[in-house]
């Protein structure tokens, strides 16, 4: 209502303003109206309720009072045209981006002055049945693509057609002559031509003349031809051939746009898969040279070194100057000459290439493949995963059968079918519909009992521990934790009660879930660093936030996945023993403050990829999971509730960062007590990473699109981004897990005075 009020009291206002009631009185002006409240509230309540229901009702009242006082204001002298549309749709769960048809397909009204009627139909074929719905089979529906939106307001208005806009006139939205008609469309197609024209003397400009290959459907000739005849069509009165001509000229002009602004995309991707290759290949060098003992240290040639420096110089000014020719942009440079350095480094390290192709065939060539073959589709299932949540199943299926592939269960029996049992349990969360679809907060309530049912059980063992609590606090901190727990499960179901009664969030419960959210962080650092009570320590400190910001099943999934994690990290250690690397310490008294030393790093083993993989795996499994941001549409308000009912985007997307990013505190935490048990030095660790996101990397980087929906662009870029982000974003996850494991915070005693 806010936008109605707004206008009406500015044209109440022009009445004592005779500048601005001469400006509304001029020609050819536009009035803009953005009613955002129908978004912010499809957002919040959802299409199918009644507060949307209601607000649609209120908008269309609005709506007719604000073009009748237009109407009535300009003295009823029908030369006011109205265009009612909207950027987006919306999907029953009330959210949009993705290319579903509710999300697309858009109204567009069109009535007043220049506007065509209604067209009467016997029949029409659509695939939705929004006719039906409306009731509005029998009139003629014309779909328009958006960008048509704004030649269509052009030619009602009488200005030129916007510069750069690629929207074809839709011409049965006007009330016209033929002959206006065909005038008008033969400057659409002109007005997209030009764009044309100006893209391909750019790129003619920028590329050697030998090398240059224009686009030959239209060619110079083809476009004059086109032009004298659509002409002659409009003098010869054949206004539909006319018309006819100038959409197959504006279709050819907006194919040739594509063709040019993507003329230069298979040379740059090339020239940056050379630079990922090289890189790969670099790393894996690195690895090899420094972190295992499959090479032999060889000295390097002077001479041949000076000879490769100079060769590879001479190819990069070489690179530069084809490019310097051209007057190509700096970034061209970037992607070009990058590879250079990159390939020369990897050249540098002959003997090592030698050395490891002589131990590669020194092996027995089935072995060799087969290790090939499982690194590539362990690959695959990874980046399958960014498109199929399924495939994680797939993934955590194999693993559950890691100890009978490799015999572990022999050794550990039960241990190794707790394993079993929690990768089956894991991989159902996948087969989920994304979270936010199908709310169930007793769900929640009873994953929070659960939770406080695994710490009843903790803290009787706890209380039997003596030897490692030597003073109450420990308890204490323990006790805070469950407390936090049931807290929070209390402020889900009393705030669920509230806004479904129409009572708005408790300020209690706000109160309760901020100081939750702040002392989350903090508790943990006052729990003992033994490596399962700070590791448990953590999940409950974390499970009391993410309770608060779960809707459904998704409360479960932390939990699920740290009993995973506390397994694997048992496993890993009988992996180890296994295969003969380690002695047999005990985990439950080892301590993280005290376990890192640096002089008992141990040269890399053949498991120690297979252990980065898991890690990776996990990474994503926590991402994609319960599918919290699998796509852009899956986000819900409701998840946030419990902290505030206000749209705030801001706050709220912190709020859902905050619940993505726990699943990944608490499988890096646990690999941090990997690294610790095994001696795995973390910087071979992600090195090994490396490799890996690296090869994804690649992959993601030719599935980016710069065509379809939203989603489909959005997601195939943030795929690529986040994939070259990922080593870093581990590093980053890394030192939170050091900190969270290893240090301690001491509260302040207070001293006993004892009078004599």
């Not at 031509?193 to 030959?216: A, C, H």
């Not at 003969?580 to 403050?593: E, H, R």
């Not at 959005?714 to 581990?730: K, P």
Request: proline share 4%; charged share 15%.
């Amino acid at each position: 209502m806010w936008v109605f009020d707004h206008v009406k009291d500015f044209f109440n206002s022009s009445r004592s303003n005779q500048t601005l009631f001469s400006a509304l009185n001029e020609e050819k002006v536009v009035l803009f109206l953005h009613l955002l409240g129908i978004d912010t509230n499809g957002h919040a309540h959802r299409p199918n309720s009644r507060e949307y229901k209601e607000n649609i009702k209120k908008v269309d009242e609005g709506v007719k009072e604000i073009a009748s006082m237009i109407d009535n204001f300009y003295g009823n002298d029908g030369k006011t045209a109205f265009i009612l549309t909207s950027d987006h749709g919306m999907t029953d769960w009330g959210s949009h981006g993705a290319g579903h048809p509710s999300e697309t397909l858009t109204p567009l009204i069109a009535w007043g002055a220049g506007v065509n009627y209604p067209q009467k139909v016997t029949s029409q074929f659509f695939e939705d049945n929004f006719l039906k719905e409306w009731k509005l089979e029998n009139l003629k529906r014309l779909d328009v693509n958006q960008a048509d939106i704004a030649p269509l307001m052009a030619s009602l208005i009488g200005v030129p057609f916007p510069l750069n806009s690629v929207g074809t006139l839709p011409l049965e939205y006007l009330n016209n002559s033929a002959h206006f008609k065909a005038e008008s469309i033969f400057t659409n197609a002109v007005q997209i031509l030009e764009q044309f024209k100006v893209k391909m003397s750019q790129k003619k400009e920028t590329t050697l003349s030998f090398l240059f290959t224009p686009f030959k459907p239209l060619s110079d000739s083809e476009q004059i031809n086109f032009l004298k005849k659509t002409r002659l069509y409009i003098q010869q009165q054949k206004y539909n051939e006319a018309v006819s001509l100038c959409k197959t000229l504006i279709n050819l002009a907006l194919e040739g746009l594509s063709y040019y602004h993507t003329y230069d995309r298979l040379f740059l991707g090339l020239s940056i898969a050379v630079g990922f290759v090289g890189w790969t290949i670099y790393v894996i060098l690195v690895i090899i040279k420094t972190h295992t003992n499959l090479t032999k240290t060889v000295q390097t040639n002077n001479k041949e070194s000076t000879v490769l420096f100079y060769g590879f110089a001479f190819v990069g000014m070489i690179i530069a100057f084809f490019l310097l020719i051209q007057t190509c942009p700096w970034t061209y440079y970037v992607y070009c000459l990058l590879p250079v350095p990159v390939w020369y480094a990897v050249v540098r390290e002959l003997p090592v290439i030698q050395d490891l192709a002589a131990n590669l065939l020194s092996l027995p060539i089935h072995q060799s493949i087969g290790f090939l073959l499982v690194c590539t589709l362990g690959i695959e299932i990874l980046v399958f995963s960014f498109f199929y949540r399924s495939t994680l199943t797939i993934g955590l299926l194999i693993f559950a059968g890691w100890p009978v592939i490799t015999q572990l269960w022999v050794q550990a029996k039960t241990t190794a079918l707790i394993w079993t049992l929690l990768c089956v349990l894991l991989a159902i969360f996948p087969l989920m519909p994304v979270v936010g679809r199908e709310p169930n907060v007793p769900l929640v309530i009873a994953t929070g009992l659960l939770t406080l049912l695994f710490s009843c059980f903790s803290l009787a063992s706890l209380c039997k521990s003596e030897n490692k609590y030597r003073n109450n606090e420990d308890l204490k901190v323990h006790f805070y934790q469950m407390l936090s727990i049931a807290l929070s499960t209390y402020v889900v179901s009393s705030t669920h009660d509230s806004l479904k009664n129409k009572q708005g969030l408790p300020v209690l419960n706000q109160i309760i879930s901020w100081m939750t959210l702040v002392s989350s962080s903090a508790l943990p650092l006052l729990s003992p660093t033994f490596l399962f009570q700070r590791l448990f320590s953590i999940l409950l400190s974390l499970m009391s936030t993410y309770l608060l910001l779960s809707t459904g099943y998704e409360a479960l999934f932390p939990l699920v996945l740290s009993g995973l994690m506390f397994v694997w990290i048992n496993m890993e250690q009988k992996a180890l023993q296994h295969y003969g690397l380690s002695l047999k310490p005990k985990l439950a008294v080892l301590n993280f403050a005290y376990a890192t030393d640096i002089t008992q790093f141990r040269q890399l083993h053949l498991d120690d990829i297979r252990r980065s993989f898991f890690f990776v795996f996990f990474i994503v499994t926590a991402f994609f999971g319960t599918g919290n941001i699998a796509s852009v549409n899956s986000f819900d308000p409701a998840s946030v509730y419990c902290f505030l009912t206000v749209f705030s985007p801001f706050v709220m997307g912190g709020l859902l960062l905050l619940k993505v990013v726990i699943p990944f505190v608490l499988v890096s935490c646990a690999f941090e007590a990997i690294q610790v048990t095994t001696q795995l030095s973390s910087k071979s660790l992600f090195l090994i990473v490396l490799v890996i996101s690296d090869i994804m990397a690649l992959h993601f980087f030719f599935l980016v699109k710069d065509y379809g929906s939203w989603l489909d662009i959005g997601t195939s870029i943030s795929h690529y981004v986040l994939v070259m982000s990922l080593t870093i974003f581990m590093m980053l996850m890394n030192g939170l897990a050091q900190l969270l494991t290893t240090r301690r915070l001491k509260l302040p005693r207070r001293t006993k005075h004892h009078s004599t």
